[in-house]
């Protein structure tokens, strides 16, 4: 029983720290309306799940898009607008080499180290962020989670209870440092923060703002309406500064 009663409080404590560390407050910057819509974009995490998505979204509205992949051989699309290049989101030489040209980009990096931590998801956006400033690229979207900042809790009780704080802890503290310096960036940012992600087909509504979520059940969405969300943050400056949650 005291066990249970030490994991329940350790599961507060963190839901709590989550909540102090991630984003919390919306603060939506105003931009001036760029006359120029952006035409060059760069994706981050483009052999993964909502990558994968991201890139053949873009490519079907007529984006042309470079990757910067780990593995090009993991790159199975082939398009004439579509640019790979080999490096690490770690590796600033790389990450400079691709940022480099483009309007805007658009991450959706990941990884699965999760029992150890890590700094790869703040470390590798910290370099996105550095090479968007030397090269004047201001907008910015990023895919984090809901459980972050504002939106602490709002995966429902199975994921507050269980799968953050036992499997997830490291990661989810890395994504508190990762949004923390978007939002602390000279970007014009927006961080996207979905619910449990699913491979099913896109659906005609989707939810999505500040308040988004569910403190009890667990809340979905597919990869494929993330992709198609975080696209549409590229020409509308609604969300701009903001972390909006997105689900079902
Ligand atoms: N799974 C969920 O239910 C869920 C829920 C909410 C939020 N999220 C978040 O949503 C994001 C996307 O998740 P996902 O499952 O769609 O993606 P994913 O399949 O985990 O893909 C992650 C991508 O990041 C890339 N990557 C990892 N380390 C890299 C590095 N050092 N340099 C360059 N690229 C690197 C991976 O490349 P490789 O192919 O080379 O590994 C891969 O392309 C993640 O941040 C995840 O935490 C997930």
């Known amino acids: 029983?005291?066990?249970?009663?030490?994991?329940?409080?350790y599961a507060v404590v963190l839901s709590v720290a989550l909540w102090r560390n991630g984003v919390r407050s919306p603060s939506k910057i105003a931009v001036e309306k760029s006359a120029i819509q952006p035409q060059n974009i760069l994706i981050i995490g483009a052999t993964g799940g909502t990558g994968r998505q991201l890139v053949a979204q873009a490519l079907e509205r007529g984006f042309s898009v470079t990757v910067l992949v780990r593995n090009t051989a993991k790159m199975d699309i082939e398009h004439p607008q579509l640019k790979i290049l080999q490096g690490n989101v770690l590796d600033s030489a790389t990450v400079d080499a691709a940022v480099q040209g483009q309007d805007a980009v658009v991450s959706a990096l990941g990884h699965k180290q999760f029992f150890r931590?890590?700094?790869?998801?703040?470390?590798?956006?910290?370099?996105i962020l550095q090479a968007m400033e030397k090269h004047n690229v201001k907008r910015f979207v990023c895919e984090t989670s809901l459980g972050i900042g504002s939106s602490a809790g709002r995966m429902g009780l199975y994921y507050t209870f269980f799968t953050i704080?036992?499997?997830?802890?490291?990661?989810?503290?890395?994504?508190?440092?990762?949004?923390?310096?978007?939002?602390?960036?000279?970007?014009?940012?927006?961080?996207?923060?979905?619910?449990?992600?699913?491979?099913?087909?896109?659906?005609?509504?989707?939810?999505?703002?500040?308040?988004?979520?569910?403190?009890?059940?667990?809340v979905n969405i597919s990869r494929a309406d993330v992709a198609a969300f975080m696209l549409d943050q590229l020409t509308d400056d609604s969300n701009i500064g903001a972390a909006v949650g997105i689900c079902w």
């Open 165 to 218: 704080p036992v499997i997830l802890p490291f990661y989810f503290w890395d994504k508190t440092r990762q949004e923390k310096l978007i939002a602390e960036s000279a970007a014009d940012w927006v961080i996207v923060r979905p619910g449990v992600l699913t491979n099913r087909k896109k659906r005609i509504k989707i939810r999505h703002g500040a308040d988004i979520g569910n403190f009890i059940t667990t």
């Open 117 to 127: 931590p890590t700094r790869i998801l703040s470390e590798g956006t910290r370099t």
């Open 1 to 9: 029983m005291i066990y249970l009663i030490l994991f329940l409080l």
